[in-house]
């Protein structure tokens, strides 16, 4: 009797160990691993990576000079891909002495970049709508061409009118400035069509490939 209960007894505890999930080799069952969530890619501020250069018609930080900037054509006909190459400070240029005290020259490369003739937005009244100004290191706004600076014609930085489909121009733009507006340097702004800025930081010494170029042209 005593060796059937104990054969009994035997019989449930193997029952048992068969049916505890700690059992057999005493090892615990893995864990079932949670669904993460991805991190999504370009998360803002994610990263080295920074922004592409604006979008046509989009406002932007400044961008460095030698930078390009898509902007929308006059009329909003064509995308003019707008780049600042040099600028070049002088007292006087082309036979022209600076009203205020200083000429801040710069040049820029216009390419038209769509099937449509593209063109510079010109500047409204007072120039507050559109085209180019200049942005003192303490905010004052100085429109191009002002002082006698519409006076200074740069030969080969000159390009006017509709820049055709896959071509390209040089231009110039002029602005008389005071000591105080020029010796920071400033940021140069350039408003399309859309009345969006595009604008770009301008060191206070004359920089740029074509620095030798433009004071050789700006001397004859």
Do not use: H
Not at 152 to 174: A, F, H, N
């Amino acid at each position: 009797m005593r060796k059937i209960l104990l054969a009994t007894a035997a019989t449930a505890c193997l029952a048992l160990t068969a049916c505890n999930p700690g059992g057999g080799s005493g090892s615990k069952p893995s864990a079932t691993p949670m669904p993460t969530t991805p991190t999504p890619a370009g998360t803002p501020g994610g990263g080295s990576a920074t922004p592409s250069s604006s979008g046509p018609g989009a406002s932007q930080a400044s961008l460095a000079l030698g930078v390009p900037s898509r902007t929308v054509g006059t009329k909003l006909v064509g995308i003019l891909e707008i780049t600042p190459t040099t600028v070049v400070y002088t007292k006087e240029g082309d036979g022209t002495a600076s009203r205020f005290g200083t000429f801040a020259v710069i040049t820029t490369k216009d390419a038209s970049l769509t099937a449509n003739a593209a063109d510079e937005e010109p500047a409204g009244a007072n120039g507050t709508k559109g085209g180019w100004r200049w942005i003192a290191a303490n905010g004052q706004s100085v429109a191009e061409g002002n002082g006698t600076a519409y006076k200074v014609l740069v030969t080969g930085y000159s390009g006017v009118g509709k820049i055709e489909p896959g071509t390209y121009q040089m231009r110039s733009e002029v602005f008389d400035l005071t000591p105080e507006q020029a010796e920071a340097g400033g940021t140069l702004v350039y408003t399309d069509a859309t009345r969006s800025a595009s604008r770009w930081t301008i060191p206070p010494t004359d920089s740029g490939p074509q620095v030798a170029d433009v004071k050789k042209r700006l001397a004859s």
